[in-house]
Each structure stands twice: as structure tokens, then as C-alpha cells.
């Protein structure tokens, strides 16, 4: 399913919970959240993430041509 016709969807459950209040049940009120929450996580721009860094600094190219250059003369 799309992401555009999923938030529509849960949007649509959403107003539809709303107006049938207390008719649901605890299990229904539950399922609607984690589906509110979903769609929310989906939504969330790429420079919200938590981004994986690695933390091992990158040797930079100036020390790679200095290595070995010992030729032991």
C-alpha cells in the first residue's frame, strides 16, 4: 500500500474512532495508536533518523603515502 493511501487510511480511522468514542475497546484504542504511530515514523524525513555512525576515524590519504616508504637503506 502506498504511504499517501495508508495515512489516509489511518486518518479515516482515526476520525471514525473519535466519533464512536467509548464504543471501542481497549484492544481496538491500542491498535489505532500503533497505527497513528506507524504512519508518524514513515513520515518522518530522512534528517530526523537516528543516523549509524561509524566511529572509527578514516585514515586520510596523506598518511597512506607515507607508509612503508622505509626502505632501510
Request: glycine share 4%.
Amino acid at each position: 500500500m502506498l504511504g499517501t493511501e495508508k495515512r489516509r487510511k489511518v486518518a479515516m480511522l482515526t476520525d471514525l474512532a473519535d466519533k464512536v468514542g467509548d464504543q471501542l475497546t481497549r484492544s481496538e484504542i491500542n491498535q489505532i495508536k500503533a497505527w497513528k504511530a506507524r504512519v508518524q515514523r514513515e513520515r518522518k524525513p530522512a534528517a530526523e533518523l537516528p543516523v549509524r555512525r561509524n566511529h572509527a576515524p578514516e585514515p586520510s590519504p596523506k598518511s597512506d603515502r607515507n607508509r612503508n616508504t622505509d626502505t632501510g637503506l
